[in-house]
């Protein structure tokens, strides 16, 4: 089991349980392994994940699709932060 933990970790494994995001200026942004939302304004959304939170800042922010982990997130994002501790600041 060590050996295999070794691996997951060489591979960067606690990273890829964190809730990784992709956005676009102006337009929106797509976050993956999202396990629910604990916010949600059209100025705030914070997502938790199994490692984290992420909160998205910005204006008119409305969800998109939203299931199976992922969710997609429509306005205009000004800032993304992540939160370690369960909460995103």
Do not use: H, P
């Amino acid at each position: 089991m060590r050996f295999s933990q070794e691996i997951y970790n060489l591979l960067g494994g606690a990273d890829a349980a964190r809730v990784q995001y992709s956005v676009v200026d102006g337009r929106g942004g797509y976050f993956q392994n999202v396990r629910r939302i604990l916010s949600f304004s059209d100025e705030v959304i914070v997502f938790c994940g199994k490692r984290g939170t992420v909160r998205v800042e910005g204006r008119g922010l409305t969800l998109g699709k939203y299931g199976a982990g992922d969710a997609e997130v429509r306005g205009d994002i000004l800032r993304v932060l992540r939160g370690e501790d369960g909460n995103a600041t």
